[in-house]
T-cell receptor, first 116, second 112 residues
Framework: EAGVAQSPRYKIIEKRQSVAFWCNPISGHATLYWYQQILGQGPKLLIQFQNNGVVDDSQLPKDRFSAERLKGVDSTLKIQPAKLEDSAVYLC??????????????FGSGTRLTVV | GESVGLHLPTLSVQEGDNSIINCAYSNSASDYFIWYKQESGKGPQFIIDIRSNMDKRQGQRVTVLLNKTVKHLSLQIAATQPGDSAVYFCAETLQNFNKFYFGSGTKLNVKP
């Protein structure tokens, strides 16, 4: 099966600019996650969707970050305005969402964001 | 989130030797643990998991050990190969399998 697709692979922007990332999960996966991975650290969950509803966005900096999954398939994550500390890899993951464990939890290759 | 950490940030081993990567977790209520491998430029890849009602689980060349008394996980890789060079993360989940807390990672360097 096809994996989790993310684009773009790399993005360089100036601080205070806006940026958007796109994720297409594995077909049939109901749960979609966005993670932020700062260099040298483990991934940190930003937001979790179940179909088109938000399950958990407690760690999403809502003053500048937003995410949507309008039709319960693709998702976009937006940052506006970006700060230097937002430089990181943004990973999307998806799972069946039926408590079958993380072997059904697949990560994309991520988008590497550099804010200058 | 919960605190999940690793003792060694970098581990260098000779090809063919066994590797042991350690991880400490802080929440005794965590009941499911995962080891992920992340190669450069790629997302984390599932390696092996273990539930809290087990203390050992074996896969192909990998073994995970869980010590709930001291809240410690380890990943053992037998006959380490150059393709094993990557960053390894442990992650814990709290009962519902849908929320993962990751440690900061250990970089494994395999010397030929």
């Amino acid at each position: 099966e096809a994996g989790v697709a993310q684009s773009p692979r790399y993005k360089i922007i100036e601080k205070r600019q806006s940026v958007a990332f796109w994720c297409n999960p594995i077909s049939g996966h109901a749960t979609l996650y966005w993670y932020q991975q700062i260099l040298g650290q483990g991934p940190k969950l930003l937001i979790q969707f179940q179909n088109n509803g938000v399950v958990d966005d407690s760690q999403l900096p809502k003053d500048r970050f937003s995410a949507e999954r309008l039709k319960g398939v693709d998702s976009t994550l937006k940052i506006q305005p970006a700060k230097l500390e937002d430089s990181a890899v943004y990973l999307c993951a998806s799972s069946l969402g039926n408590n079958r464990g993380p072997y059904g939890y697949t990560f994309g290759s991520g988008t590497r964001l550099t804010v200058v | 989130g919960e605190s999940v950490g690793l003792h060694l940030p970098t581990l260098s081993v000779q090809e063919g030797d066994n590797s042991i990567i350690n991880c400490a977790y802080s929440n005794s209520a965590s009941d499911y643990f995962i080891w992920y491998k992340q190669e450069s430029g790629k997302g984390p890849q599932f390696i092996i998991d273990i539930r809290s009602n087990m203390d050992k689980r074996q896969g192909q060349r990998v073994t995970v050990l869980l010590n709930k008394t001291v809240k410690h996980l380890s990943l053992q890789i037998a006959a380490t190969q150059p393709g094993d060079s990557a960053v390894y993360f442990c992650a814990e989940t709290l009962q519902n399998f849908n929320k993962f807390y990751f440690g900061s990672g250990t970089k494994l360097n395999v010397k030929p």
